[in-house]
């Protein structure tokens, strides 16, 4: 397999911890999201939307989007119920994170790490209030060890992306005690790696 990605991106970071975790072998091919590679042809062919992280089978199919990666990569494992309700709760829990986190945590640390926030405070202002919305939210929702129950899924692989990393957004994970637990949780699985990579950018 093939996973384009970016070192920096914690879509990308998700797919990269599901990957190793299952043990399964990939080859990563870097896609410079800020010299303009993501809009060549030949990336927009492998994602119309022209983002990462796309995963290409060794059938020479190719999935986009990292929600979909992770709920491919998970079918038949412990990574994902076969149980109706218990994989819909999964399903909450990653349509939250996309809807309600990302938003939020993923566009505020983007502005944040690339000297935007001076040039339009008022959009990072809205998209930390957002942030800080969606981790009280989660604050809340963890009653149990991991989101969707006693055990870890995709679910939390999918949340731990930009939550792990929200104090680069201007929220800080440790004013919340479940999160700060349940990251400590998160990365003690088995096969976990975090190797998210710093944002390095040059405003030409």
């Not at 996309?98 to 566009?107: D, I, R, S, T």
């Not at 929220?171 to 975090?194: K, Q």
Request: aromatic share 8%; net charge negative; hydrophobic share 40%.
């Amino acid at each position: 397999m093939i996973l384009y990605d970016h070192p920096a991106s914690a879509n990308c970071l998700k797919v990269r911890i599901l990957l190793r975790q299952l043990g399964l072998s990939f080859e990563r091919v870097t896609v410079d999201l800020f010299s303009g590679e993501t809009r060549r042809p030949e990336h927009l062919a492998r994602n119309p939307d022209g983002r990462v992280p796309v995963l290409e089978l060794d059938s020479g199919d190719v999935l986009p989007e990292s929600a979909a990666i992770l709920l491919y990569l998970a079918e038949g494992t412990p990574f994902l119920p076969s149980a109706p309700l218990e994989r819909a709760r999964v399903h909450q829990w990653l349509f939250f994170e996309q809807n309600q986190v990302e938003p939020g945590l993923a566009v505020a640390r983007f502005m944040a790490l690339v000297g935007r926030v001076g040039k339009h405070p008022e959009v990072f202002a809205d998209r930390l209030r957002q942030g800080r919305r969606s981790l009280e939210s989660l604050e809340r929702g963890l009653v149990d060890p991991f989101v969707a129950g006693a055990s870890y899924t995709v679910a939390d692989t999918a949340l731990y992306g930009y939550v792990h990393c929200a104090s680069e957004a201007g929220a800080e994970p440790s004013e919340y005690p479940r999160i700060t637990a349940w990251l400590g949780r998160v990365e003690a699985t088995p096969g976990f790696v975090n190797d998210l990579e710093p944002i390095t950018w040059t405003d030409s």
